[in-house]
């Protein structure tokens, strides 16, 4: 690059390169593209000297039309509908199931520490979600057998959890 270009580049980019900005602003909405457009559009003047001729027209209208065209061929091309460029990265939640996992492999090792019965009576009335009468069919015994020996798993289950150093 010589000194007449980068004397070129600079007097195009001082001149022009805020007003074409904004205007590549209004037209895309992108703060962040718009820079690319405009940094495209000067490019192409350093490129094409000869269209800057003022005989030809007027420089800042020929950088105006030059953007506007680059703005409508980014549109009509395949990457602005698979790409899209943002200042600024979006907030995204992030769901952390670190937590559950590690509550459910503690209540897994409590309920190594019931007796199969009470681990039974739990099952169906907890996780498989049966009543007590559904749960007494499944297991083949009486409701009220059903409802002490939960009311007990449940009891052992939260001194098993205790131990286990679980406060809540």
């Given at each position: 690059m010589?000194?007449?270009?980068?004397?070129?580049?600079?007097?195009?980019?001082?001149?022009?390169?805020?007003?074409?900005?904004?205007?590549?602003?209004?037209?895309?909405?992108?703060?962040?593209?718009?820079?690319?457009?405009?940094?495209?559009?000067?490019?192409?003047?350093w490129?094409?000297?000869?269209?800057l001729?003022?005989?030809?027209?007027?420089?800042?209208?020929?950088?105006?039309?030059?953007?506007r065209?680059?703005?409508?061929?980014?549109?009509?091309?395949?990457?602005?509908?698979?790409?899209?460029?943002?200042?600024?990265?979006?907030?995204?939640?992030?769901?952390?199931?670190?937590?559950?996992?590690?509550?459910?492999?503690?209540v897994?090792q409590?309920?190594?520490?019931?007796?199969?019965?009470h681990?039974?009576?739990?099952?169906?009335?907890?996780?498989?979600?049966?009543?007590?009468?559904?749960?007494?069919?499944?297991?083949?015994?009486?409701a009220?057998?059903?409802?002490?020996?939960?009311?007990?798993?449940?009891m052992?289950?939260?001194?098993?959890?205790?131990?286990?150093?679980?406060?809540?």
């Amino acid at each position: 690059m010589t000194d007449a270009d980068e004397e070129l580049v600079r007097t195009l980019h001082d001149e022009h390169a805020g007003a074409l900005w904004a205007y590549v602003v209004s037209l895309t909405g992108d703060r962040v593209s718009a820079h690319d457009v405009v940094q495209e559009t000067l490019l192409r003047a350093w490129r094409h000297p000869a269209s800057l001729d003022p005989e030809r027209g007027s420089t800042r209208a020929w950088l105006f039309t030059v953007a506007r065209r680059l703005v409508i061929d980014d549109w009509r091309s395949a990457r602005s509908r698979r790409e899209t460029v943002h200042a600024d990265v979006p907030d995204r939640a992030v769901v952390d199931e670190s937590e559950q996992v590690l509550q459910q492999w503690v209540v897994a090792q409590a309920l190594t520490r019931l007796s199969p019965e009470h681990r039974a009576v739990l099952r169906e009335c907890y996780f498989a979600g049966r009543s007590v009468a559904e749960a007494a069919r499944t297991l083949g015994i009486p409701a009220g057998t059903v409802k002490s020996r939960t009311h007990y798993a449940l009891m052992n289950l939260r001194l098993a959890l205790q131990e286990m150093g679980v406060s809540r």
